[in-house]
């Protein structure tokens, strides 16, 4: 009797139990209502974000002095700010160590030692009030993220540092495509091997085994890539966009060359306070001796194999030039 009591019994409550079930199944679901409209309030912010963003960069675009014509310099002789996009053998090095070593006249930040979130922090207090009469010198080298992906800050910090009545001077330089190469393979894969790791032998046939497609693209829309180290990625050359040049040209106040270093250095002393531009011979730290791969030894089927090969870069080397020819500018000089 007792055990046929107790079978009615859980019979009855699993009949309950099963009448309830609906209800407390939609009861456990009543976080997702306030979820899901959180989920389209963020979408809705990022997506007004992006357009505030868009706005401030036509903005500005629409402000500034096209290339085509003359367009000045900003002055930064009582201080300022300067971002450098530190392409790697291009001759950077020594304007790094320029800024590295004139401490008296420039404060020095780079990126291959201070993570974005600092530079951020760096950016935020040099644009919203000048502290002193020295230059803020923003090295951008090493670690991405480059320029393709820096380009919505560049146009807040330039926003930022006009509204504050602060100069900022965003500049780059380039090298003749193959130069290029055969420094960065003399240096990644000869000269510093050991740490690169790079196994390439000092010959032709070793330089073109480690070559990428369009190298110097590569490291302004993605910040590596340059060679095929072992640990480097693959980027999707795709995602650079076709429009390079175009981009630079509207977020650069100058684009320099290796071969004409002496445009550049005239820039900088055009801009920069006395004695700013005073250089230091660069050490070589490996202290030894090294077999190079030179020039004279490229062959003319070499030679058209590499042109090839850096087709996107020789245009866009080539296209700059036409457009930051130093006649084109002039300079901003309150003395």
């Given at each position: 009797m007792f055990?046929?009591?107790t079978r009615?019994?859980?019979?009855?409550?699993?009949?309950?139990?099963?009448?309830?079930?609906?209800?407390?199944?939609a009861?456990?679901?009543?976080?997702l209502?306030?979820?899901?409209?959180?989920?389209?309030?963020?979408?809705?912010?990022?997506?007004?974000?992006?357009?505030?963003?868009?706005?401030s960069?036509?903005?500005?675009?629409?402000?500034?002095?096209?290339?085509t014509?003359?367009?000045?310099?900003p002055?930064?002789?009582q201080?300022?700010?300067?971002?450098?996009?530190?392409?790697?053998?291009?001759?950077?090095t020594s304007?790094?160590?320029?800024?590295?070593?004139?401490?008296?006249?420039?404060?020095?930040?780079?990126?291959?030692?201070t993570?974005?979130?600092?530079?951020?922090?760096?950016?935020?207090?040099?644009?919203?009030q000048?502290?002193?009469k020295?230059?803020k010198?923003?090295?951008?080298?090493?670690?991405?993220?480059g320029?393709?992906?820096?380009?919505?800050?560049?146009?807040?910090?330039?926003?930022?540092a006009?509204?504050?009545?602060?100069p900022?001077?965003?500049f780059?330089i380039?090298?003749?495509p193959?130069?290029?190469?055969?420094?960065?393979?003399?240096?990644?894969c000869?000269?510093?091997?050991?740490?690169?790791?790079?196994?390439?032998p000092?010959?032709?046939?070793?330089?073109?085994?480690?070559?990428?497609?369009?190298?110097?693209?590569r490291?302004?829309c993605?910040m590596?890539?340059?060679?095929?180290?072992?640990?480097?990625?693959?980027?999707?050359?795709?995602d650079?966009?076709l429009?390079?040049?175009?981009?630079l040209?509207?977020?650069?106040?100058?684009?320099?060359?290796?071969?004409?270093y002496?445009?550049?250095?005239?820039?900088?002393?055009g801009?920069?306070?006395?004695?700013?531009?005073?250089t230091?011979?660069?050490?070589?730290?490996?202290?030894?001796?090294?077999?190079?791969?030179?020039?004279?030894?490229?062959?003319?089927t070499?030679?058209?194999?590499?042109?090839e090969?850096m087709?996107?870069d020789?245009?866009?080397?080539?296209?700059?030039?036409?457009?930051?020819?130093?006649?084109?500018?002039?300079?901003?000089?309150?003395?």
């Amino acid at each position: 009797m007792f055990s046929r009591c107790t079978r009615e019994r859980r019979r009855l409550l699993f009949s309950q139990e099963r009448r309830r079930s609906p209800m407390r199944k939609a009861s456990m679901y009543w976080y997702l209502a306030p979820l899901l409209a959180l989920y389209l309030l963020r979408t809705v912010w990022q997506q007004l974000s992006l357009d505030h963003h868009v706005l401030s960069h036509s903005v500005l675009s629409s402000s500034s002095t096209s290339r085509t014509s003359e367009h000045q310099f900003p002055s930064l002789r009582q201080g300022g700010i300067v971002v450098f996009f530190h392409n790697p053998k291009a001759g950077g090095t020594s304007l790094r160590d320029m800024a590295k070593k004139n401490s008296q006249i420039f404060d020095h930040v780079t990126s291959e030692f201070t993570d974005m979130e600092g530079v951020e922090q760096y950016m935020l207090q040099w644009t919203s009030q000048k502290a002193d009469k020295k230059v803020k010198f923003l090295e951008i080298h090493g670690h991405p993220p480059g320029f393709l992906h820096l380009r919505t800050r560049l146009t807040a910090w330039r926003i930022q540092a006009e509204k504050n009545n602060i100069p900022i001077f965003i500049f780059t330089i380039m090298r003749e495509p193959i130069s290029w190469l055969l420094s960065c393979f003399n240096f990644f894969c000869l000269q510093i091997a050991k740490y690169t790791k790079c196994k390439a032998p000092a010959t032709i046939e070793g330089m073109l085994s480690e070559a990428r497609s369009d190298p110097q693209s590569r490291w302004y829309c993605f910040m590596h890539t340059i060679m095929a180290l072992p640990d480097q990625g693959d980027d999707n050359m795709d995602d650079c966009p076709l429009d390079l040049q175009e981009q630079l040209v509207q977020y650069m106040d100058w684009v320099g060359f290796t071969e004409q270093y002496e445009d550049t250095m005239t820039v900088l002393k055009g801009i920069l306070p006395p004695g700013a531009t005073k250089t230091f011979a660069v050490k070589n730290k490996t202290n030894k001796q090294f077999r190079k791969i030179d020039s004279s030894t490229l062959n003319e089927t070499v030679t058209k194999r590499l042109q090839e090969l850096m087709s996107r870069d020789y245009k866009l080397y080539h296209g700059l030039r036409q457009t930051f020819q130093l006649e084109k500018f002039k300079f901003d000089i309150d003395d």
